[in-house]
């Protein structure tokens, strides 16, 4: 069943920017068959939809589906709603999460609230484990936290990030997850805090990758790959 409805997914993924004709050119399936597929009415069998996902697999560039939907303003920040409001890119983005870290133990996935909760929290059904956030307030019904203090950048401000101690136990495999790195140091204070908590950084996953400060201050303080879909170059500011 999951392999006919990603088939399903990723045919209403790639109707978005791609007409009828083509995509019947690119499957070899009439017209009226792929609009009962995409509106629902029926799934495809399983060996149509293993057809499907090989026809269409190498269509569907996540990168650039991703990129184009970046546009940085004259202050050289950008809108990630548009990325994180569509399921079905989403979910594509969760999927390759699973393939990009196929064979690592992961126990929990970890994020800073609130932007880099929609993915994880795909990323955490993919993986089959539980989500846990942090966040940049106590709050009174949680008894005792864990803290990391840092400065966003050189903004001279100092932030803190605090999880709750039961979040992640002694020894757990931390799947990091975030959906933008620019300067690094949230995703810094992610690690800080699994090993806080005497756990394991297993992996950092990432979206947007914008400049190569970010990335490269996350894979000096991360002893564990990291997999970043698209990586941006800073934008010019004038």
Known sequence: ????LKAIDLLKQMKRTTTYEELSKRTSLPITVLNRYIKGHVLPSHKRAKQLIQALSTEFDLKREITQRVAFNAEG??????ILSDLLLMRRCAELAKTSFEGIKIDKVLTAATDGI???VLIANEFGVDIVYSKNRKEIGVKEFLEETYSPGSSGVLMSLYLPVWAVKKGEQVLIVDDIIRTGETQKALINLVHKAKANVAGIFVLVG????GTKTVKQAANCPVKIIAELPEPQIS
């Open 1 to 4: 069943m999951w392999l006919r």
């Open 77 to 82: 920040y950008f809108d990630n709603y548009g």
């Open 118 to 120: 929609p993915i994880a």
């Open 210 to 213: 914008v400049g190569e400060v």
